[in-house]
């Protein structure tokens, strides 16, 4: 699964963008994508495509030709923005079924071009086994296309953002270009120029605002790339400690003083699943960290395997911090975390900032219910309706 792909190749990677965006090279680098893909023109015909869908299909243009309108809109799973239009989407394709009207999403990010700090919003990346990954979840009803290996689609329309929405007539002529509606909160908009564009060419009347600018999340071209790859070197660059951990320090953690979501994660060098699964607990944690949650993995192994411990640590690259059992009495340090813990490892929980348990799995982890938890429970004042998102409000 990309779930998978995605920490092995991430995994190592962590920490804010904004410093990295706020250079001469980035903005400049931001300033030629935009000019390096040019937006559709008003009147233009529709380019062509044929592009792989979530459903196992190719897809094409001629596939769509019997609709009287033809409404392609460029989205994404990462984007905080897109998520929040996903209702509004899914609600078009209901009103206008049996009307002519064909809806068609296409993801035109390349997913190696989305950092982990930008997935801070999200439970998956943008690649194809995500998107459907996502279009399960969320039950889509209309066609999700995957343009990130090429991007020939996404540079031949040029959209700025995720959502952007084209509109053809009949004829596939080009007759709105721009935003679904006006406010990213959907309780907050006031204009809803997509159905209005609609509207008017199911009763053969000109569009009355046929482009409007757009917002949400920049489109990831493959010029990103480059970028992570320097964000990875710095990563690989910092230190990787392992301290001791008594029982009280293990009491004092149950208790969660960071005033942060607490991710605890109890694992040993010789637990196959403990070792399978921790790429993905370091990449939760370089997703989110920017977020306010902090992770704390614990070693149950011997105080005399400190240094099979680091290396494994260090192999990857584990920056969050790590302790291991400063005791050999292995059952009284799990009691000291937790009484009723009576079974082994791997040991998964999630603590609120009151100590409260979110997420608990022993045994085996579902990366994707643990990270849907989190969403859930991380702050709302940064971006209000997210966490209502994730809590399936």
Same mark, same amino acid.
């Given at each position: 699964?990309?779930?998978?792909?995605?920490? !092995?190749?991430?995994?190592? &990677?962590?920490?804010? +963008?904004?410093?990295?965006? #706020?250079?001469? /090279? =980035?903005?400049? %680098?931001? *300033?030629?994508?935009?000019?390096?893909?040019?937006?559709?023109?008003?009147?233009?015909?529709?380019?062509?495509?044929?592009?792989?869908?979530?459903?196992?299909?190719?897809?094409?243009?001629?596939?769509?030709?019997?609709?009287?309108?033809?409404?392609?809109?460029?989205?994404?799973?990462?984007?905080?923005?897109?998520?929040?239009?996903?209702?509004?989407?899914?609600?078009?394709?209901?009103?206008?079924?049996?009307?002519?009207?064909?809806?068609?999403?296409?993801?035109?990010?390349?997913?190696?071009?989305?950092?982990?700090?930008?997935?801070?919003?999200?439970?998956?990346?943008?690649?194809?086994?995500? !998107?459907?990954?996502?279009? &399960?979840?969320?039950? +889509?009803?209309?066609?999700? #296309?995957?343009? /990130? =290996?090429?991007? %020939?689609? *996404?540079?031949?329309?040029?959209?700025?953002?995720?959502?952007?929405?084209?509109?053809?007539?009949?004829?596939?002529?080009?007759?709105?270009?721009?935003?679904?509606?006006?406010?990213?909160?959907?309780?907050?908009?006031?204009?809803?120029?997509?159905?209005?564009?609609?509207?008017?060419?199911?009763?053969?009347?000109?569009?009355?605002?046929?482009?409007?600018?757009?917002?949400?999340?920049?489109?990831?071209?493959?010029?990103?790339?480059?970028?992570?790859?320097?964000?990875?070197?710095?990563?690989?660059?910092?230190?990787?400690?392992?301290?001791?951990?008594?029982?009280?320090?293990?009491?004092?953690?149950?208790?969660?003083?960071?005033?942060?979501?607490?991710?605890?994660?109890?694992?040993?060098?010789?637990?196959?699943?403990?070792?399978?699964?921790?790429?993905?607990?370091?990449?939760?944690?370089?997703?989110?960290?920017?977020?306010?949650?902090?992770?704390?993995?614990?070693?149950?192994?011997?105080?005399?395997?400190?240094?099979?411990?680091?290396?494994?640590?260090?192999?990857?690259?584990?920056?969050?911090?790590?302790?291991?059992?400063?005791?050999?009495?292995?059952?009284?340090?799990?009691?000291?975390?937790?009484?009723?813990?009576?079974?082994?490892?791997?040991?998964?929980?999630?603590?609120?900032?009151?100590?409260?348990?979110?997420?608990?799995?022993?045994?085996?982890?579902?990366?994707?219910?643990?990270?849907?938890?989190?969403?859930?429970?991380?702050?709302?004042?940064?971006?209000?309706?997210?966490?209502?998102?994730?809590?399936?409000?």
């Amino acid at each position: 699964m990309k779930i998978r792909k995605l920490s !092995m190749v991430f995994g190592i &990677a962590g920490f804010l +963008f904004c410093a990295v965006m #706020l250079t001469f /090279g =980035a903005v400049k %680098s931001l *300033a030629e994508d935009d000019s390096a893909h040019p937006t559709l023109a008003l009147g233009s015909i529709a380019p062509a495509f044929a592009l792989p869908g979530i459903d196992g299909k190719t897809h094409t243009l001629d596939e769509y030709q019997a609709a009287k309108v033809l409404a392609i809109v460029f989205t994404c799973d990462h984007c905080p923005t897109a998520q929040l239009y996903e209702s509004r989407l899914k609600k078009l394709v209901e009103d206008y079924q049996g009307q002519g009207v064909q809806f068609v999403m296409i993801q035109p990010n390349d997913p190696d071009a989305v950092r982990l700090d930008e997935l801070a919003w999200t439970d998956v990346g943008d690649s194809l086994d995500d !998107m459907k990954v996502r279009a &399960a979840y969320r039950h +889509f009803n209309f066609p999700y #296309l995957y343009d /990130g =290996a090429t991007q %020939s689609v *996404a540079n031949a329309y040029g959209p700025k953002a995720t959502p952007h929405v084209f509109i053809f007539d009949a004829k596939r002529t080009l007759r709105f270009e721009g935003r679904i509606d006006n406010n990213q909160r959907e309780v907050l908009a006031t204009t809803h120029e997509t159905r209005d564009a609609i509207d008017a060419l199911l009763a053969d009347k000109a569009v009355a605002v046929a482009h409007t600018g757009v917002f949400g999340c920049s489109t990831k071209w493959k010029s990103k790339i480059a970028s992570g790859l320097e964000y990875l070197k710095k990563i690989e660059a910092q230190p990787v400690t392992v301290e001791d951990a008594d029982a009280a320090a293990l009491k004092k953690l149950r208790a969660n003083p960071t005033g942060k979501l607490l991710l605890v994660n109890f694992w040993a060098t010789w637990c196959g699943p403990c070792v399978v699964e921790f790429p993905d607990l370091e990449t939760t944690y370089r997703m989110f960290q920017s977020r306010d949650l902090e992770l704390v993995t614990v070693a149950a192994n011997q105080p005399d395997e400190k240094g099979g411990v680091l290396k494994f640590l260090q192999k990857q690259h584990a920056t969050s911090r790590n302790l291991i059992f400063a005791s050999s009495d292995t059952y009284a340090l799990q009691a000291a975390f937790d009484p009723k813990w009576e079974s082994g490892v791997p040991l998964t929980i999630l603590l609120a900032p009151d100590g409260t348990v979110l997420y608990k799995q022993t045994g085996d982890l579902d990366v994707l219910a643990l990270r849907r938890v989190i969403l859930a429970n991380l702050d709302d004042e940064s971006y209000k309706g997210h966490r209502a998102y994730w809590a399936g409000k």
